[in-house]
Nanobody
Framework: QVQLVESGGGFVQAGGSLRLSCEAS????????MGWFRQAPGKEREFVAG????????NYADSVKGRFTISADNAKNTVYLQMNSLKPEDTAVYYC????????????????WGQGTHVTVSS
């Protein structure tokens, strides 16, 4: 099995920054695609960013492009989401997920999920 644990969420004022971490453990995941999703109250879960462990291919949602950066540290089995220039509309629960087939943009593409970490951005 693959287990994912997110951390780094919290409260921040608009314009501030946070770095989320997702530590992966369990059986091999080197070929997996890793993604960050978020879900705001009353809204559907949406794709934020994705990365492959090998090759470092990435993709981003238009809403975060230029502000967020996804990265991976293979030695630590950890994926990060650096969030800069945060806006109130970024407020959501952020989830780390693993797609064994690559980097998908759909919730249905992902096989493993973390418990989520809360991010609240105040104006």
């Amino acid at each position: 099995q693959v287990q994912l644990v997110e951390s780094g969420g919290g409260f921040v004022q608009a314009g501030g920054s946070l770095r989320l971490s997702c530590e992966a453990s369990g059986r091999t995941f080197s070929s997996y695609g890793m993604g960050w999703f978020r879900q705001a109250p009353g809204k559907e879960r949406e794709f934020v960013a994705g990365i492959t462990w090998k090759g470092r291919s990435t993709n981003y949602a238009d809403s975060v492009k230029g502000r967020f950066t996804i990265s991976a540290d293979n030695a630590k089995n950890t994926v990060y989401l650096q969030m800069n220039s945060l806006k109130p509309e970024d407020t959501a629960v952020y989830y780390c997920a693993a797609d064994r087939l690559g980097i998908g943009r759909k919730v249905e593409s992902y096989d493993y999920w973390g418990q989520g970490t809360h991010v609240t951005v105040s104006s």
